[in-house]
């Protein structure tokens, strides 16, 4: 009875102690929140890619509400690349351990496309 309790609670054990040593890094440099071309949503086809020091996380599209959510993984500056209609811009947020909302506002003057936070 002993030997099958232990072949029982030990790899119960081990996963414990490994969702204790991880959980503090599932939500490290989550990012979200929402792009607003003019009083809506960015149009369909509208991308948020994020640089974060070594790390690229590719361009993930935004949903109907305009919502985005990146899993950078890692603390610290991260630049957002917005890509709205072939056009570029970026803005800087900073991620931290809990999760960072980063509204952004996409705005276009003579032709060129630029993205401040909201």
Known sequence: M???RTQVLAPMGALALGA???????FAGEIYG???SGNAAAPAGTTVAAKC???DYPAKPIDA???????????GKC???ITMKGQSATVDVV???DPVEADIVLDTRDGK?????R
């Open 53 to 55: 020091a070594d790390a």
């Open 65 to 75: 509400k305009g919502a985005y959510h990146i899993i950078a993984g890692r603390t």
């Open 95 to 97: 991620s931290y351990d």
């Open 79 to 81: 630049t957002l690349t």
């Open 20 to 26: 204790a040593l991880f959980a503090p890094f599932a």
């Open 2 to 4: 002993t030997r099958r």
């Open 113 to 117: 496309l630029s993205a401040r936070r």
């Open 34 to 36: 929402r792009v607003i």
